[in-house]
């Protein structure tokens, strides 16, 4: 089983564990309903908590389970909701991190919630091309108001625990606890608090209704379609949750898993669910277990204040990590700090940006005219011109003088990753990375990539070392995206550019002896 029970006085525990975001895969699903049993048959258990291990409450459906007899065996998600729901003795959810669909779906059938702040609360499912399955479009308008609540649906965006507290009216939320570290010590003393409360309360025996009725739904479905343009979830999100306004509850549950299972023949949902896969898979490098060490990354060089430069020292500056930027004029690193603050300048001006968090992040920023400033730092990426001869008197100096077991990283686009490697004592430190982060330093090209689904390369040269995996997976934590590919194969590596550089360089040389381009309707022969 991956959810455990524990009995704390007259408060039973059930937990759910099922690493790394207690996803309801059968034997969680199988956990509830089994330490359910054993709370309500035990006399000295007055209420029950349900909670999660780890760093979440649960993410929702187990996604090892997609496609599988398991997903939809019993008890299925329906049917442990049920369970929380018809208990004889009060349930309460304690969430913290992460609520989100399923889970958050789960919580709702419970009959009380308590939240840390912080927690991550959504139901992303549209994302998938589907609509909430398990009850989520009838129960959340009831506890979060029509529109609060179809906004979540329609977008699948998280939101913050703390903020949907502070909706007028809301029922979602009983409490909130002070902190994630004092949630269990709060949750067990309102478990004990609502023990004899009689009756239960439901999500379902709460009214559902707009007040402007038909012409808000009808407003709503107006602008999702005209934003969502070939998807059909976005749309079907606004038809049941009207639906929740107008007929009973077990009527718009029987209309929710209609609409749910005719959403999943739909090619659209087939297609955005292969995608959430396949970028789950791009994100692991199969022969690299999970747990290969790490190597800690605490600070970063970054050669080059251009550009792509400033990009990745944004980055890092972004996720807390102290950056010095080395350049060879002192003019250069100016403009590129000048860059730098602009573009942050440019985000507080916009309100995106704090200034105090414009502020701590400058001051991670330090800059250099020396290689031998960069001994301390972990990890140096280069962002130097493109040319074999630069890269090659780049990674001397930094042989030379980054430490032992600093990661040294190449920004190149096309040049070989193992012949760079070669011009140092040490290349099984050597790596190539494409970040892709969107920054408004970095030129259009980047941000296109961006637009196009926020994925980086992370190419692995060709000599083998497990601490250099392990400087990777590190990597990938820090800028929060996952691998394209990980190769063992040599140079011109963001694919992209292998298919476009050869065509490419055949044009460019095509234009060099005049010849025109091929007018259109005509082939060449």
Known sequence: MTAQYQVHGDVAIITLNNPPVNGLGLSTRLGITDGMAQA????????????????????????????????????????????????????????????????????????????????SVALPEVKLGLIPGAGGTQRLPRVLGVEAALNMIVSGEPVKSEMLAMLPGQKLFDKMAASAESLAEEALAF???????????????????????????????????????????PAKCVDIVEIATKKKFDDGMAAERDIFLSLMLTSESKALRHLFLAERAASKIPDVPSDTPQRA???????????????????????GIPVKMLEMKQEALDRGVATIRKNYEAQVKKGKLKQDKYDQRMALLTTTLSYDDLT???????????????????????????????????????????????????????VGLQPRQRHEAVGSGARQGNRQGRHGHRDVGCQEDPQDRGGIRRVRRLYRQPH??????????????????GPGRQGHGEVRHGHGPIPHGRSGG
């Open 484 to 501: 394209d590919r990980a190769v063992r194969s040599p140079g011109w590596f963001p694919a992209g550019r292998r298919l476009h550089t």
């Open 297 to 319: 990354i605490n600070s970063i060089a970054v050669i080059g204040a251009g550009t792509m430069g400033g990009g990745i020292a944004m980055n890092f500056l972004n996720a």
């Open 40 to 119: 309500n048959a035990d006399a000295a258990v007055k209420s029950i908590i349900v909670t999660g291990a780890g760093k979440a409450f649960s993410g929702g459906a187990d996604i090892k389970e997609f496609g599988s007899p398991k997903a939809g065996q019993e008890p299925n998600l329906l049917s442990v909701i049920s369970v929380l729901e018809n208990s004889a003795k009060p349930v309460i959810a304690a969430v913290h991190t992460v609520a989100m669909g399923g889970g958050l779906e789960l919580a709702l059938g419970c009959h009380y919630r308590i939240a840390a702040p912080g927690t």
């Open 376 to 430: 301390g730092t972990d990890m140096v990426i280069e962002a130097v011109f493109e040319e074999i001869g630069v890269k090659e008197a780049v990674f001397k100096e930094l042989d030379r003088v980054m430490k032992p077991g600093a990661i040294l990283a190449s920004n190149t686009s096309t040049l070989d990753v193992d012949k760079i490697a070669s011009f140092t004592k040490r290349p099984q430190d050597v």
């Open 191 to 233: 478990a004990r608090s609502v023990a004899d409360v009689r009756p239960l309360p439901l999500v379902r025996d709460l009214k559902c209704r707009h007040p402007q009725g038909d012409a808000y739904f009808q407003f709503a479905r107006n602008m999702v379609k005209g934003m969502s343009k070939n998807f059909p979830a």
